[in-house]
C-alpha cells in the first residue's frame, strides 16, 4: 500500500513533475559508472512516469572532474578512436592526452554514450554542466537543488588518520622477542653499476706526415 | 611492561665502542589479532573475514618502512600468498596516492601518472590490456580549456 499523501512526502509528488538541478561530486569516482549515473538523471529514467517521448529529464551539475579516476592504469590504456567518416578526420587519441587538454571532456564522452544511441540523446546532454573544480556561475548555484550519492567510497589518506586512531588500531604482527628494530630502517639504494662504454682503442701515430 | 624488540645501542667510552642489544619495551594497552593456529602465518589465521585491499592503510603500514618500502617476508613472517598480496596492495596504494608523506620529492609524475586511480581486486595491476573506444567529435564547448593559460603580451 502505497504512504500517505502528507505535507513532508507531497514535495516528491512535486519533484517529480519537476526539473531538478541535482550536484554530483565527480572526485575519485569511475568515469564510466559516473557517466551511467548521470545519463540515468539526464533521460528522467530514475522517475516513474519515465516514456521515452516524455521530456522529464532533470539537469545534472558535476563538479571536481579533474579529479574523476579509472580504474587501474585505463588512463595509459584506453585509446580513442575519433572518425568523423571524412577525410583528416580520423584520430587515435590516449584518456590521458584528452584529460590533460580538457578535463571534462572523458566524463562528457562517457555520458553521451551512455545516453544511448538515439537523436534525443542530443538534447539530453545539453542539460550536463561540467566543472573542473567547484567554481561555477551564479545561476548554477542558485539553481541546485539536490545532491547525488557517490558510487566510489572515496579513500582516506595516512594522513588523514589521527594520532589516536593509529593507537587505537590492533597490531596483526606480533613480532618475536628477538626482533630487532634497526631492521625496519630505510635502507639507502646503492645505486646500479653502469657498464662503461666501449671505446676503441687510439692507434699510436708519430707526429711526422 | 612486556619486551616488544630489541634495538642496537652503541656507546663510545674513549676509544672503545660498546655495542648491544637494548630491550624495546612496549605499553601493555596494545591490542594483537588472536593467532588460532601457530603454524601458520598471521594473515591465514586470524580472525579478518574481509579481505584486505589497497584502502586498509592502517593493516598495510604494520608491514611497511617509513619511506615506503615493504618488509621482507622473513621479517613479516607471512606465507608466500599472504606477502604477494600484501606487496600488491600496497603498490596500488601508492598509485592511489594514499601514503603522501611516504613517497620522495623527485618521483615522476608525468603525464597519466598525476590522475587519480581506483582498484576493484589486488591483481589488477596484472591486466594490462589496451581498450579501444570510440570517441566522439560532438561536444558543447561552454568554456576555452586554456584560458587560464593565457597571459596577455605587456606593453612596453
Redesign the interface.
Known sequence: MASPISRFNRVNQWLLFARQWSVIDA??Q?AKELGVKVARHLSGKHKPIWHPETDCGDHVVVINCK??????????????????LYPK?R?D?????????????IL??TT??ALGNNLIRRSH??RL??F?DEDMPEFVKKNIGNQLKQI?PV?????E?TEE??AK???????P???????????VDPGAWKKPRYRKPKKLTTGKK | MAVKAKRVEERVDGNVTYVSLEDVPEPSNVKYFKKQNEKMCTLCTCDVPVEITYRDILILEQFMREDGTVLPKKLTGLCKKQQMHIERCIMQAHWSGLFPDKTRPDFDRAGYKRFNRHWKDDLDIYKLKLKEEPGIWYYIKRYNPKAKEYVPRKKE
Not at chain 1, 177 to 187: K, Q, R, S, T, V
Open positions: 572526485a575519485h569511475d579529479d574523476v579516476a579509472m580504474h587501474g592504469f585505463d588512463w595509459k590504456h584506453t585509446l580513442y578512436h575519433f572518425d568523423k578526420a584520430d587519441i590516449y584518456a590521458w592526452q584528452i584529460h590533460e587538454h580538457d578535463p571534462c571532456r562528457w564522452i553521451y554514450r546532454i545539453e554542466h561540467l573542473p566510489i579513500a582516506r589518506k595516512s594522513t588518520y586512531e593509529r588500531f590492533p597490531r596483526i604482527v606480533k613480532f622477542e628477538d626482533h630487532i628494530l634497526d631492521w625496519h630502517a630505510p635502507i
